[in-house]
């Protein structure tokens, strides 16, 4: 059975597939076993290999060029981070039908938690701001720019026409309202510095309620600090939110631009995966939730 698709456009991904890449390109794993990994990712498709590894592969040709960043940069990343990354082990070659390049990495340990659901809501704001905080240290020399490095007033068009599509189901005079209170906000002023980009559910793991690693490095890139602030509305519920608002030093400018940033990142996820994709229209829904249940000053 192929991975399920989201797009006409993905390449047809199957374990027999993954098996006859793996076998032609790292005979050294040819006897691992093979399991299709159940994820409500959108990028890639993932299969464990054996108890150690996991095999990635891009759904798209615009994922597809993700793969030379990670393993140049998630390698130099590591060491500096507090909590477990991707570590590549192999990088393999289009083949056997399949277009593109992918990868082999250790497999992480962990769950996924649920958006605001965690058993250590405090601790796990602690664990979310100092992974933060380490990777905006990083030297951003040479760095490439975040998928999300525009300025939030950019995405202005996008953001309205999403709005205005999804008006059937959201509160738009909110919604928009939240919107233009963020798009208030001064830009960021200092230099561009390493953010993630992507901190929600399907991107973190979690044992005991505490961050055991950060995956998906696909947006990862130079850009507004107030990007990776996103994680206070995707993976905190509302008590845990000041602290992780006090461990980042966000500012009021910095903390309007992440949730510009986050209800962005939403009414796009919602637009187009609410009828392909139930788990991450689900967590959009409840980001915007959040996001209006406790407004910004003036809205």
Partial sequence: MCARKLRPEEADIDASLVRRLVDAQFPQWSGLALTEV????????????????????????GSAQDVAKEHRWLPLLAGTLPVAIPSPQGRGTPGEGYPWPWSVYRWLEGANPGPGRTLEPALLAQDLARFVCALRRVDPAGGPASYRSEPLARRDDVTRAAIHELRAELAAEQVSAVWASALRAPEASG?????????????????????SAVIDFGCLGLGDPAVDLIAAWYLLPAGARDVFRSGTGADDAAWARGRGWALSVALLELRHYRESNPVMASIARHVIAELLADPPPGT
């Fill in 38 to 61: 159940d994820s409500a990712g959108t990028s890639n498709a993932m299969f464990r290999l054996g108890d150690d590894l996991a095999v990635r592969l891009p759904r798209l040709a």
């Fill in 191 to 211: 230099p561009a510095v390493w953010i993630h980009a992507d901190l929600q559910p399907g991107n973190v793991l979690v044992a005991d309620g505490r961050l």
